[in-house]
């Protein structure tokens, strides 16, 4: 996937734990294999080709399908598991991998649990007692600042999610064109249980634009966004600052 991932753990039995987290590391590489599109013979690339059916793919595979063409469902369409035609479920790999991976390492015994990948987190537990995961979102208008602290305080299980333009340039797609989406965003950030689908509605709500973008985040229940345009507006839905601090 390209991306770096870092793991934090708290409490439970360390030899266990430590062993799980090497299994989950060895689990991400092991989705870079199957998932990426820039490998020519990774399953997902020759499942597009033709050159495998779903059903000779790895279970994985079929699992982050249904998991994609409901994220479309619920976007109205707005993301979407293809590229340009082609098979490209990437939008959804990613998050999905790491929240697969924290839950790994929260079901073998540590009670607090974070796993960054590439900005993305999603934390389960506590690390520490009385003490919430905070997670800091970066200003894409200030390199080296934040936007805001999301704090996962009273929550078993938090996950925030970032899409925009400032690390990796244009890259997120409006999927009613097969071109880059052109709208007046430079940053969506979504906080939610899930990096599953946190990462989703984060880019479904940047190819929307603003005003669109937060109308819809609004309508979905648990999840709360703060989107910045590139003139420095901010938008929030009205549950966001709930979670900041």
């Not at 979407?80 to 035609?85: A, K, T």
């Not at 900005?119 to 995961?133: E, I």
């Not at 249980?193 to 929307?208: G, N, S, Y």
Request: net charge negative; hydrophobic share 45%.
């Amino acid at each position: 996937m390209g991306t770096v991932f870092s793991f934090d753990a708290r409490g439970g039995d360390p030899a266990v734990v430590g062993a799980v987290l090497d299994e989950a590391a060895a689990g991400l590489r092991r989705v870079d294999e199957v998932f990426s599109t820039y490998r020519e013979d990774s399953q997902v690339s020759r499942l597009a080709r033709g050159e495998l059916s779903l059903a000779q793919c790895a279970p994985e595979v079929a699992e982050v399908l249904e998991l994609a063409a409901e994220a479309e469902r619920v976007s109205d369409g707005w993301f979407s598991p293809s590229y340009r035609g082609r098979l490209d479920p990437t939008g959804i790999v990613k998050g999905w991998a790491v929240e697969r991976a924290a839950r790994l390492v929260a079901d073998a015994g540590a009670s607090g649990v974070s796993v960054n990948g590439g900005g993305d987190v999603q934390v389960l537990g506590t690390p520490g007692t009385r003490r919430p995961w905070r997670v800091g979102v970066a200003d894409p208008l200030r390199p080296g600042g934040l936007a805001a602290v999301v704090s996962a305080s009273g929550a078993k299980e938090l996950a925030v999610a970032t899409s925009g333009t400032a690390e990796r340039g244009t890259h997120i797609v409006d999927p009613r064109t097969g071109r880059s989406a052109v709208t007046d965003l430079v940053a969506v950030t979504v906080v939610g249980p899930r990096l599953t689908w946190a990462d989703c509605w984060a880019t479904a709500a940047f190819a929307m634009g603003s005003r669109e973008g937060v109308r819809w985040l609004e309508s979905l229940e648990g999840v709360e966004g703060l989107l910045m345009t590139a003139g420095g507006e901010v938008r929030c839905t009205g549950g966001l600052a709930g979670w900041l601090g």
